[in-house]
Nanobody, 119 residues
Framework: VQLQASGGGLVQAGGSLRLSCAAS????????MGWFRQAPGKEREFVAR????????RYADSVKGRFTISRDNAKNTVYLQMNSLKPVETGVYYC?????????????WGQGTQVTVSS
């Protein structure tokens, strides 16, 4: 199984980025997907999750109204549209896959993509 995250980069505060996570080696529609992030020196935190069908989504309170998670099952890809980015949101963003919607620990993790938000 591989989860390949991409789309990170350097953006100014208030800017936008769209992350992608391409999955392979699994039956994508059997898996709910999540995005997490880890800031330097901090623990990894939940950002958003989406059900296998895309019909149910959940967000961390800190990103509600600014971030949107979506998926394209035909492309085995999950996305995270991030708007109005803040410097405190700098970190490595990871995608994850699990057959449960709210697992204690996700089964598969991607390698992460760096997001840097400058002030």
């Amino acid at each position: 199984v591989q989860l390949q995250a991409s789309g990170g980069g350097l953006v100014q505060a208030g800017g936008s980025l769209r992350l992608s996570c391409a999955a392979s080696g699994l039956t994508f529609t059997n898996y709910h997907m999540g995005w997490f992030r880890q800031a330097p020196g901090k623990e990894r935190e939940f950002v958003a999750r989406i059900s296998w069908s895309g019909g149910t989504t959940r967000y961390a309170d800190s990103v509600k109204g600014r971030f949107t998670i979506s998926r394209d099952n035909a492309k085995n890809t999950v996305y995270l549209q991030m708007n109005s980015l803040k410097p405190v949101e700098t970190g490595v963003y990871y995608c994850a896959a699990d057959r449960r919607f709210t697992p204690a620990e996700y089964e598969y993790w991607g390698q992460g993509t760096q997001v840097t938000v400058s002030s």
